[in-house]
């Protein structure tokens, strides 16, 4: 009859080992990717990068001199001026209005099966853009394009988004469900002080298991959207991220683990002696 609780213990303690595994980086992936807020608190930052503002204000002036209704002589006047104001548009609040509209779209173009496009509506860029060239040269009105949107990249299809969807519910439960078992484990087993180690050696593993993957998580992404244009630099950015916050929480893991197995074999040495 102990065995068969001492067996019983361990698969409840296999379950929650595997359940410990899971939990931290679940969470976080829920908090940070699933979540638009937690989603646009990486993003943000990313609004300052030189690349990404190349990436905006090139297409915004593209759009002025594409314009089909401005004549070349004044295309040829507007483009260095242009080109000054829309590096000066970055520091302005319909850039960041901008970036920030275009990070929604991003977020939502993320979880959409497939493949598909990331429109963006580069108006508010535009408008300041040219107030400022007209304001330096009074006497000169440019048309406005009628049609201010760009196809600022393709986002790849990235399966792996939308099945992990699923288990959001689950993340924030998984660590209270392993505490859970775990106790469970040591009520049902008949040498607790044995099982108290187990439970131990399996919380090592779990913190083990968090920071190896926070480690290794630049080699789980698939090139295609790792290396992206646009879209590559942002999903690094949540690479460093994950790793800056997962490797402390799996280093804490492994030192809760490894206190409980410690007490359990001193319980267990102590038990033997007396």
């Not at 548009?89 to 991003?106: I, K, S």
């Not at 690094?236 to 490894?258: K, N, S, T």
């Amino acid at each position: 009859m102990s065995a068969a609780r001492d067996l019983l213990a361990v698969v409840l303690l296999a379950v929650a080992t595997l359940l410990g595994a899971l939990w931290l980086p679940a969470v976080w992936f829920d908090d940070h990717v699933v979540e638009q807020e937690g989603f646009l608190a990486i993003t943000q930052p990313l609004a300052d990068d030189p690349s990404f503002h190349r990436a905006m204000t090139d297409g915004a002036v593209e759009k002025i001199l594409d314009n089909e209704t401005v004549p070349g002589w004044i295309a040829d006047r507007v483009e260095p001026l242009a080109q000054e104001q829309a590096g000066k548009a970055t520091e302005t609040a319909a850039y960041e209005t901008l970036w920030g509209a275009t990070m929604v779209e991003l977020h939502g173009a993320l979880f959409a099966p497939g493949a598909s496009d990331l429109d963006v509506d580069l108006a508010p860029v535009i408008e300041t853009v040219l107030g400022a060239v007209e304001g330096q040269v009074p006497v000169l009105e440019i048309p406005r394009p009628q049609d201010a949107t760009i196809t600022l990249v393709t986002i790849p299809d990235v399966p792996f988004l939308t099945q992990a969807t699923v288990l959001d519910p689950w993340a924030h439960r998984a660590g209270p469900a392993a505490l859970i078992l775990a106790a469970a484990a040591l009520l049902i087993a008949a040498h607790r002080r044995m099982m108290l180690t187990v439970a131990g050696i399996g919380t090592m593993i779990a913190g083990a298991a968090t920071w190896v993957l926070a480690q290794n998580i630049g080699d789980l992404v698939p090139d295609r959207v790792d290396q992206a244009l646009f879209l590559g630099p942002i999903v690094q950015a949540f690479e460093g991220r994950f790793a800056a916050d997962l490797m402390p929480q799996g280093v804490i893991l492994l030192g809760v683990g490894a206190l409980f197995a410690a007490v359990g074999l001193v319980l267990v040495g102590l038990h033997r002696r007396t």
